[in-house]
């Protein structure tokens, strides 16, 4: 009997069907069907009840499926354990990350430590959409704000400001904003996540906040398409300074309206559970911290952000 045949049986038994299992482990169906006829060849008893339209745990099944699942998740474990012993890096990493920072920084990142460490392999899930560890078989997630589960576990990465900008381009055709109700001018660019249009921004300085409405001229499911909007001059967004980052180094943006501050954001590195913190995952969580750190280091010595920044994350 393999351990991956009893793996193929537990996820049919979890999806309640071959076929959406086989999606789940990118195989084909008939691979995933003929790994549950070798399990029940084996075992000399069917696990499954099927009809043409439903697929369901049969007696035998609801007995044994239980126990290989806890005896698959000791061997893991023990695996883990090994590993983490011998500070072995290597494995795949399966990993989320937001469109606008996983494409022009945190993918760059990886690459270098797949570089540094060949025994190591990639699969990434590049969306801006709230992600399902389980659906999209990923083992961490590199997300702004912390783990919205309390089954999940996350390694906060920095501190991130959130910064109003625009083209120089637009700025020369445009009147430069000096207040917030001066956005009501404006052309705003807007991150959409499903239905829920985000077109509401808020400001504040030290005496009070400030809740504004801009006109929503384009807005998009994907950040960096915002981020290439706001490049080319058609309006304001406001944006992570460490997705543009790049942007305000090199001029392509500018921040505005330096005087009031726009609710910071915090990266985090999520992980569906404990098990899956390997050596392999501490690296990276040391990586990401030392990158973004060198990049707001540099936003600060630009003037772009304030180096209060740099001590929160020391905090962390």
């Known amino acids: 009997m393999q351990l991956e045949d009893l793996r193929v049986v537990l996820n049919v038994a979890e999806f309640r069907s071959i076929t959406a299992a086989a999606r789940h482990l990118d195989m084909q169906m008939a691979t995933a069907s003929a790994a549950v006829k070798r399990i029940e060849t084996a075992l000399g008893v069917e696990l499954f009840v099927r009809t043409t339209r439903h697929l369901r745990l049969s007696s035998a099944g609801e007995r044994y499926l239980p126990q290989c699942a806890e005896a698959l998740s000791l061997l893991e474990q023990a695996k883990q354990t090994i590993h983490n012993d011998l500070d072995v890096i290597n494995g795949e990493i399966r990993i989320a990350v937001s469109s606008d920072f996983g494409r022009n920084l945190a993918v760059p990142w990886i690459d270098d430590f797949m570089t540094q460490h060949p025994e190591v392999t990639c699969r990434v899930h590049i969306s801006d959409s709230n992600i399902d560890f389980y659906r999209d078989a990923l083992d961490m997630a590199l997300r702004y704000g912390?783990?919205?589960?309390?089954?999940?576990?996350?390694?906060?990465?920095?501190?991130?400001?959130?910064?109003?900008?625009?083209?120089?381009?637009?700025?020369?055709?445009?009147?430069?904003?000096?207040?917030?109700?001066?956005?009501?001018?404006?052309?705003?660019?807007?991150?959409?996540?499903?239905?829920?249009?985000?077109?509401?921004?808020?400001?504040?300085?030290?005496?009070?906040?400030?809740?504004?409405?801009?006109?929503?001229?384009?807005?998009?499911?994907?950040?960096?398409?915002?981020?290439?909007?706001?490049?080319?001059?058609?309006?304001?967004?406001?944006?992570?300074?460490?997705?543009?980052?790049?942007?305000?180094?090199?001029?392509?943006?500018?921040?505005?309206?330096?005087?009031?501050?726009?609710?910071?954001?915090?990266?985090?590195?999520?992980?569906?559970?404990?098990?899956?913190?390997?050596?392999?995952?501490?690296?990276?969580?040391?990586?990401?911290?030392?990158?973004?750190?060198?990049?707001?280091?540099?936003?600060?010595?630009?003037?772009?952000?304030?180096?209060?920044?740099?001590?929160?994350?020391?905090?962390?």
């Open 146 to 316: 912390p783990p919205a589960d309390s089954n999940l576990y996350g390694f906060k990465i920095c501190n991130v400001p959130r910064l109003l900008v625009a083209s120089p381009s637009y700025i020369d055709q445009n009147e430069m904003p000096q207040q917030p109700k001066d956005l009501l001018s404006h052309k705003g660019l807007f991150y959409q996540l499903q239905e829920i249009l985000n077109d509401t921004w808020r400001f504040f300085d030290d005496e009070r906040s400030y809740k504004v409405k801009p006109k929503a001229y384009c807005a998009a499911n994907d950040g960096d398409l915002v981020r290439r909007w706001c490049v080319a001059g058609k309006g304001v967004a406001i944006k992570s300074s460490l997705d543009i980052a790049n942007d305000l180094l090199s001029g392509r943006l500018v921040p505005l309206m330096q005087d009031y501050k726009v609710p910071q954001g915090e990266l985090w590195l999520i992980c569906s559970s404990r098990q899956t913190i390997t050596p392999t995952v501490r690296l990276l969580r040391d990586l990401f911290r030392e990158r973004t750190q060198a990049v707001l280091t540099k936003l600060v010595a630009n003037g772009v952000i304030d180096a209060s920044i740099l001590e929160e994350t020391k905090r962390k």
